[in-house]
RNA sequence: GGGCGUUUAGCUCAGUUGGCUAGAGCACUGCCCUUACAAGGCAGGGGUCGGCGGUUCGAGUCCGUCAACGCCCACCA
């Protein structure tokens, strides 16, 4: 091959010439011939496209890579796709925003609807199916630009393998997986009380939920006894009176013990409420004694399920108080307040409670003021309430010890990097207060797939749900007719409904191993890839989609999903705070990589040791920067000495002294890249080159040019470890390695094998004599900069003082030394070590 | 309230099982346009390793405790 080094490389347009060049070579492409022993397979994050792109990707991502472009190199076949999560409620409320509209499920579909080129307000109802066809869309348009950045940041992934979790062959994964669920048992639906987002209008899961620091007060309202004064009692959600059932204090609370078994009334409603003891209840809160509502927290959820108590609701699914007077209110007076609050939303209804309170001298001293945590969807705006609703949720060991317990152990089979993202697993498991609650009341997402019977007095029975075949799906209920029925007897007595809801992105996104694996419809393929080897993701989803993804995996498959999960770190902003919208401190990748290129972004983020929260760093991006043009020029002159020259001609004990530290490396890096700590490995490469190009490449340059003895020893010594050299940094460098990879060297550097130990046999050597030479250079060099003298000036003498073995080893070295150092005369003297250098005149 | 992590030079970070006068890069200072590289090279100054206590011949490294910061979790009356 002839050799075509660039007078002046540039690392400008290196990014897109590779990466078209790799497309067209297909160097990425997984081979399935391959058997399970041969792959190496990694369940990559769908990252949600309708989010913004922001550095906490990139990070991941080029961590990720690292570690596959290693493992490609080891030999191994790297199954390595991409998805994209663009199901759920960040795209509908992108659609929302991006548009102006709103879907109306009540709305027939129109096929002539167009968006307008700006969005409106108020936001245009359209139809479901317009809607979703809306969502399809803008996600594509959001794919495609994450995927111009992935590729822009060289991630070696296999682009024929990609999916989005809204894809038809992802919603048959999903909908398969949750049918096999509810036939094993692990899924159902049941009516209970649920956190509810009034906003979106939907229930939420656990995982779901953040709390938020609120300011409120405290309100001590007077409840009535026929014979004696009032009990008190402090709520901050005096608006709920309406839905008490019952008040509550600690059975061993010897101020309520009498009031245990009798009956007070409501304030205001006059509603006649038993007094009960429980255990949760806390004689230091408040006054000891509290309200139970149907339903203001989720403590009393427990109340009112262990006490038995009666279901009074007032909040509907809109976020309103019922407009009608409830049932049980029966007093003409409590008829009247309650018409004062009807309709009102809980913090307008709360005003008029006090008001009324006040008004009857019902309401004791003056509120006292709190912060205290309140319940929020992660993406809601408002509190969350609690309603009663029908839905679907799947065990998680969160009503069952043994489940849990099973899961646990799972985790313990697990490995983790780092080790201690463990605890947070199994903090989450052990905290799972209920089952996964997996349906939403929403419109863009899998739909549950199932149909309900009517009976003939047009009740549904949710208790015996119509299931379609395996092989009919995916389906939409909401349109698919079920076998031996007609969309005429949709929703007509003795007829059938088809179950509304769609299930929540988790509930598709934790069966990514079986999605991109084919599962479903490649069996081949899926028992080459899984279980898998590798799941990268961040800290924050182990709750989410690590959880939910181990979980499906042990029902479905009874073993992990993958063997390795890493976990990577935080990225926080320039100086140290998270990044956060609110506080408009976000960096966004692209126009960091324009500006700084995309291997300067890549070193940044292989420095982020796995786990460690990160800082964006522009000063880091600077030295992986130079790091890369210095490996452009160093190359430039090593392949410019000579042409190829055989490995065997190294024979000058410095340059075998060279390669055998070289090899220490590469073992070292080996063991690194094996515990997945590629940060380590890149340190360790690094420092070697910098060490290989400051003093080696000084000591043998001039060797290298006068083509006198030995010279052909220094050159196949700079090839040999030229070639180790692009191939350590591949993993983190893709670009700048494979372009100089190409200009000697047939292929891909990120197909090469990875260098071993095999690559120096032959040349073993004392790898001490190039760090005793490198030491004396350096205190020459000491001395000219000392004497403000040039590099260059010519050195009368040296004289070195060091230990025999030490003086045996330079004097290998010597004519190298002398070179380097512009030295006339090396003289040796055993001794301490040191170096006496004379420089000669400056004009002789 | 509970748990996890972090705390080493002005800044960003290494420091593997306790064994050097504690390292690197950036920044700073000085010198050098040396035929790979001046968007470079060479050299230099700079740290009581968060505080306190303990184990040990020896602690940045192990134990205890406190503090600050970050994250996760927790039943919001």
Redesign the pocket.
Same mark, same amino acid.
């Given at each position: 091959m002839t050799r075509r080094v660039p007078e002046k490389p540039a690392l400008e347009g290196l990014e897109s010439k590779w990466d078209q060049r790799w497309e067209r070579e297909r160097t990425y492409r997984f081979d399935r011939s391959k058997d399970r022993h041969e792959i190496f397979s990694i369940d990559t994050p769908p990252p949600t496209v309708s989010g913004s792109l922001h550095m906490g990707s990139v990070f991941g991502y080029v961590q990720t890579d690292a570690v596959a472009r290693y493992q490609r190199m080891q030999g191994k076949e790297v199954f390595y796709p991409m998805g994209w999560d663009d199901n759920g409620l960040p795209t509908e409320r992108r659609v929302q925003n991006y548009y102006g509209v709103r879907c109306d499920p009540t709305l027939p579909y129109d096929p002539a609807f167009v968006p307008p080129e700006q969005p409106v307000e108020p936001p245009i109802s359209i139809s479901r199916r317009n809607f979703v066809e809306l969502c399809h869309g803008l996600t594509e348009e959001d794919e495609k630009v994450f995927e111009d950045l992935w590729r822009t940041l060289g991630l070696s992934v296999d682009w024929a393998q990609t999916y989005a979790t809204i894809d038809t062959h992802c919603q048959r994964i999903s909908q398969k997986a949750f049918l096999r669920n509810l036939a094993r048992g692990e899924a159902y639906s049941q009516e209970a009380p649920v956190?509810w987002d009034v906003d979106f209008r939907t229930a939420v899961a656990?995982?779901e939920?953040?709390?938020r620091e609120k300011s #409120?007060a405290?309100y001590r309202v007077a409840f009535h006894r026929e014979e004696s004064g009032p009990v008190y009692?402090?709520?901050?959600?005096p608006e709920l009176i309406a839905a008490c059932v019952a008040l509550?204090a600690h059975p061993d609370d010897e101020r309520y013990l009498p009031l245990l078994g009798t009956s007070v009334s409501s304030p205001l409603f006059g509603v006649e409420l038993p007094v009960l003891a429980h255990e949760?209840?806390?004689p230091e809160?408040?006054s /000891?004694?509290? +309200?139970i509502c149907t339903w /203001?927290?989720?403590?009393d959820v427990t109340w009112w399920r262990e006490l038995d108590l009666p279901t009074r609701p007032v909040i509907q699914h809109n976020g309103r108080l019922t407009e009608e007077v409830p049932s049980w209110i029966l007093t003409e007076s409590g008829r009247v307040a309650y018409e004062r609050i009807g309709g009102l939303y809980p913090g307008q209804a709360q005003k008029v409670i006090i008001e009324m309170l006040g008004e009857a001298g019902d309401l004791d001293g003056e509120p006292r003021h709190i912060t205290?945590?309140?319940?929020y969807y992660e993406k809601g705006d408002r =509190?969350?309430e609690?309603v009663s609703s029908r839905q679907w949720y799947v065990r998680n060991g969160g009503r069952d010890p043994e489940l849990r317990a099973q899961l646990l152990k799972r985790g313990l089979e697990l490995d983790w990097i780092p080790e201690?993202m463990r605890?947070?697993y199994e903090?989450?498991v052990n /905290?799972l207060?209920g089952d996964w609650l997996i349906s939403r009341q929403r419109f863009f997402g899998v739909a549950v797939p199932v149909w309900y019977q009517v009976g003939p007095d047009g009740e549904v029975d949710h208790d015996h749900p119509i299931l379609p075949g395996e092989d009919m799906l995916p389906i939409d209920p909401t349109s698919h007719v079920p076998p031996g029925y007609d969309e005429s007897q949709r929703g007509a007595p003795d007829g059938f409904v088809g179950d509304p809801d769609i299930m929540d992105t988790w509930a598709t996104s934790s069966l990514t191993p079986q999605i991109a694996g084919h599962w479903d419809d490649d069996p081949d393929l899926f028992h080459r890839v899984f279980p898998m080897d590798m799941r990268p993701q961040g =800290?924050?989803i182990i709750?989410t989609w690590l959880f939910a993804t181990l979980l499906r995996s042990h029902y479905e498959h009874d073993t992990l999903p993958w063997a390795h999960a890493t976990i990577n770190g935080?990225i926080l902003d320039p100086d140290?705070k @998270?990044m956060s919208k609110s506080r408009g401190n976000v960096v966004t990748p692209i126009p960091l990589i324009e500006e700084h290129g995309a291997e300067a972004v890549r070193y940044w983020a292989c420095?982020g040791?796995p786990g !460690?929260?990160? #800082?964006v760093?522009f /000063?880091?991006m600077?030295?992986g920067r130079?790091l890369a +043009?210095?490996i452009l020029? #160093?190359s430039?002159?090593v392949l410019?000495l000579s042409d190829d020259v055989a490995a065997s001609e190294v024979t000058e004990a410095l340059d075998r002294s060279m390669l055998a530290s070289l090899r220490d490396v590469v073992v070292q890096a080996t063991e690194a890249f094996d515990r997945f700590d590629y940060a380590?490995a890149l340190?360790l490469v690094e420092?070697s080159f910098w060490g290989w190009?400051?003093d080696y490449?000084?000591l043998v340059?001039s060797r290298g040019?006068e083509g006198g003895r030995g010279a052909g020893s220094a050159h196949a010594a700079l090839q040999v470890s030229l070639g180790a050299y692009l191939r350590l940094f591949a993993p983190f460098l893709p670009f700048v390695t494979e372009e100089v990879w190409s200009w000697w060297r047939e292929g891909s550097v990120h197909r090469a094998p990875w260098p071993g130990p095999a690559d120096f046999a032959g040349l073993e050597g004392d790898s001490t004599i190039l760090t005793i030479t490198g030491a004396v250079l350096?205190s020459v060099? @000491?001395v000219? !900069?000392?004497a403000? #003298?040039? +590099?260059?000036a010519e050195v009368a003498s040296v004289s070195i003082f060091a230990d025999t073995d030490s003086l045996l080893r330079l004097r290998q070295a010597e004519p190298d030394l002398k070179a380097a150092a512009r030295a006339r005369e090396v003289a040796y003297h055993e001794g301490e070590f040191a170096v006496e250098t004379v420089l000669a005149p400056r004009d002789g």
């Open positions: 956190l656990q995982a939920l953040e709390d #409120a405290y009692i402090e709520t901050t959600r509550v949760l209840a806390e809160k408040g /000891g004694i509290a +309200m /203001g927290d989720t403590t205290h945590p309140v319940k =509190p969350l609690i201690f605890v947070r903090h989450w /905290g207060s =800290p924050e709750r935080w140290r @998270k420095n040791r !460690s929260d990160t #800082a760093d /000063g880091v600077r030295i130079r +043009m210095k020029n #160093a430039r002159f410019g380590r340190e420092r190009t400051d490449l000084e340059k040019y350096s060099r @000491k000219k !900069s000392d403000r #003298a040039s +590099m260059a």
